[in-house]
């Protein structure tokens, strides 16, 4: 890991340690701090799984003699239906 | 007969819009008239403030502009915002809803980034990216949540992309 990973890493570990706090100690907003943390080190991790599965080009952008382009495309699909979902869960808890 | 204030503003509007467009279409037969290859970039004309003016002016532009971004980042989800010339507070209640929305945008935008994001215009110099085109939606709609799930979805299209890096930060704020 370089120093610029470590730095990225101990952010999202920061924010997350901090929506922990917050909730200990009843501040508002704690749920926003432990979401945008965890979903923050989720993006960590899938670059870590792409960057040692060997995804990534080293000029930058993927490494397109390799399924990552295939894969990132049905990741993306994939997270969009998960955003989908979630839209139609809000939607019937704000009707209701 | 007084034309009403609404006609005006329409028909500035489309004066507008109709001379954006006429750029766009200058611009175009600019770049295919000088060729289209990465290396023909340095002589378009949408390319010359960035050959005349240098790297380290844009940097430096960019540099203010994020300065500025991050300010207001940070007093939008501390709960204030600016209207006027004044800084007001705002409700922003942080529930179960608002946690959802922030989750759901971050998944809409990033994976329409990272599903949308390699349809290439000129290989190797400018892409279409459909998916960018949720950034303002959502944060019209949903406000401070929206943003912020906005801001997270880059983030993970930068991991899915290849391009996650210290300047991901940058992009983390540019992006709410």
Redesign the interface.
């Known amino acids: 890991m370089n120093q610029?990973e470590i730095?990225?890493i101990s952010?999202g570990l920061a924010i997350l340690i901090a929506g922990m706090v917050m909730a200990f100690i009843r501040v508002?907003?704690?749920?926003?701090a432990l979401?945008?943390g965890g979903?923050?080190l989720?993006?960590?991790a899938?670059?870590a799984i792409?960057k040692y599965s060997g995804?990534?080009?080293p000029t930058?952008?993927?490494a397109q003699s390799t399924i990552?382009?295939a894969m990132?495309?049905i990741?993306?699909?994939?997270?969009?239906?998960?955003?989908?979902g979630?839209?139609v869960?809000?939607y019937r808890?704000?009707r209701r | 007969m007084v034309s009403r204030p609404g006609t005006a503003l329409w028909s500035i509007g489309i004066v507008i819009a109709v001379l954006f467009i006429a750029l766009f279409v200058f611009i175009a037969y600019d770049i295919v008239s000088k060729g289209i290859s990465p290396d023909a970039a340095s002589k378009w004309l949408i390319t010359q403030p960035f050959v005349v003016l240098g790297r380290d002016f844009w940097f430096a532009v960019g540099g203010v502009l994020w300065v500025i971004g991050t300010i207001v980042f940070f007093l939008e989800i501390s709960g204030r915002t600016v209207s006027g010339f004044r800084i007001i507070r705002q409700e922003l209640r942080w529930d179960a809803v608002d946690v959802s929305i922030t989750a759901l945008c971050a998944a809409l935008y990033g994976g329409a980034l990272a599903a949308t994001g390699g349809i290439p215009i000129i290989p190797g110099f400018t892409w279409v990216r459909p998916g960018n085109a949720l950034a303002p939606l959502f944060g019209i709609l949903f406000g401070v949540p929206g943003a912020l799930g906005v801001a997270i979805g880059n983030f993970i299209a930068d991991a899915l992309t290849g391009y996650l890096s210290i300047g991901s930060i940058g992009g983390f704020i540019e992006a709410s």
């Open positions: 610029y730095l990225l952010i508002r907003g704690w749920l926003a979401s945008v979903l923050w989720f993006g960590m899938l670059y792409y995804f990534y080009s930058g952008g993927l990552a382009p990132t495309t990741l993306g699909f994939l997270l969009f239906l998960v955003g989908v979630i839209f869960y809000v808890r704000i």
